[in-house]
C-alpha cells in the first residue's frame, strides 16, 4: 500500500474534520500517500480529488461538518457509476479507501470492493449511533450535547408559561439520540422507536405529571418513532385529549449535525482513524473499525451492515423513575 483515498459520504457530522485528519496524518506518520475524495462516492465517480499531507489538514480538528463535503450519491448505486469510480481510483492510483459515514457508505463500499477488488475499511461517522459493531459512532456525542443546550434552553420558556413542549430530534429509525439527551435533558417522556409505549400511557403519565405539581413538561420525540404520525399531530391529539396543555412543539432538525465536536468525538475519531491506516497498512480490507468497551477493533463490514445494534431499554425505566 502506498496510496490511501479518504472520503466523508452520507449525513455529515461533527468529528469528520478529525476524522479525515487523522487518516492524512497518519499516512504521513507512516510515509504514505494520502488523497482526499470530495462529495463522497460522487467524487470518485467524477474524479474530484485532491493530494493531502501532514499540514493541509491543519486547524481543523477543532471544526463541524467536513472539509471533504458530503453526499448521497445515487450514481453510485449504480454499477456504471462504480465502474467509472473504479477507474478514477486505478488511475490517481489509489490502493485502498477509507469511508467515513454510516451504513448507507458501508453498503456502497462492500458492493463497490466486491466488484472491483479495492480493499475499503469503514470508519463509523454518523450522528445516528446507528451502526453495529461500535459502542459509539464519530458525531453522536456532540448531537446529544447539541440537543440538551437546545432542550435547557426550551425549559426556561416551558417553565416560564408552564407549558407542555414535545421537542423532536434526529436518529432515523434509531432511539439513540432520543434516549440518551431524553435522560441528559431530564425529559419527562421519552418515545422511540424501538419501544412502542402507546397513546394511553402518555396521556396517563402527562395527566399524572399534571396532578403530581409539575407546571411544565418536555417530551423527546424520536424522529422515527410512530406513535403519532408526526410529532405535530401527536401534540394536537394531546392537546385535544388534555386541555388543560398549552401544548408546543420544536423541531430541533438539521441544528444536530453541526458545530464544533466535543472531546470526545475528536479522541473517538483519532483513534479509529489511525487504526483503520494501520490496519489497510496491514493488508485488511473490507472491514470496520469500531469502539468496544473503550477498545478499537475491527469487524467485517458483512456483520456490520447485518445487525442493528441494540438500544438499552432500562434507560426508559430509568428514565420514568427519574420523572415521577
Ligand atoms: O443520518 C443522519 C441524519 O441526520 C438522520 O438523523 C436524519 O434522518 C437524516 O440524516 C436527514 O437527512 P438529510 O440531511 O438528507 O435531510
Known sequence: I????????????????????????ACAYYRIECVGFMMGFQGMIDGEYIELNARSVRNIINL????????????????EGRAKAAAHLKEANVDAMILIGGDGTFKGGQIFSEEHDIPVIGVPGTIDNDI????????????????????????????????????????????????????????????????????????????????????????????????GKNVFELAAYVKENLP????KVTVLGHIQRGGSPTCFDRVLASRLCVKAVELALDGQRDIMVG??????????????????????????????ILSV
Request: charged share 30%.
Open 291 to 320: 469502539m468496544m468497551n473503550n477498545e478499537i477493533q475491527a469487524i467485517e463490514l458483512e456483520k456490520a451492515l447485518k445487525s442493528k445494534p441494540t438500544i438499552n431499554k432500562d434507560l426508559l425505566r430509568i428514565s420514568d
Open 132 to 227: 453495529f459493531g461500535t459502542h459509539y459512532t464519530i458525531g453522536y456525542d456532540t448531537a446529544l450535547n447539541t440537543v440538551i443546550d437546545a432542550v435547557d434552553k426550551i425549559r426556561d420558556t416551558a417553565s416560564s408559561h408552564n407549558r407542555l413542549f414535545f421537542v423532536e430530534v434526529m436518529g432515523r429509525d434509531a432511539g439513540f439520540i432520543a434516549l440518551n439527551s431524553g435522560i441528559g435533558a431530564g425529559a419527562e417522556e421519552i418515545l422511540i422507536p424501538e419501544e412502542d409505549l402507546g397513546l394511553d400511557r402518555l396521556l396517563n403519565s402527562l395527566e399524572r405529571s399534571r396532578r403530581s405539581g409539575k407546571t411544565s413538561s418536555i417530551v423527546i420525540v424520536s424522529e422515527g418513532d410512530k406513535i
Open 64 to 79: 463541524g461538518g467536513t472539509i471533504l463535503k458530503s453526499a448521497r450519491s445515487k450514481e453510485f448505486r449504480t454499477k
Open 244 to 247: 388543560y396543555y398549552d401544548a
Open 2 to 25: 502506498k496510496r490511501i483515498g479518504v472520503m466523508t459520504s452520507g449525513g455529515d457530522s461533527p468529528g469528520m474534520n478529525a476524522a479525515i485528519r487523522a487518516v492524512v496524518r
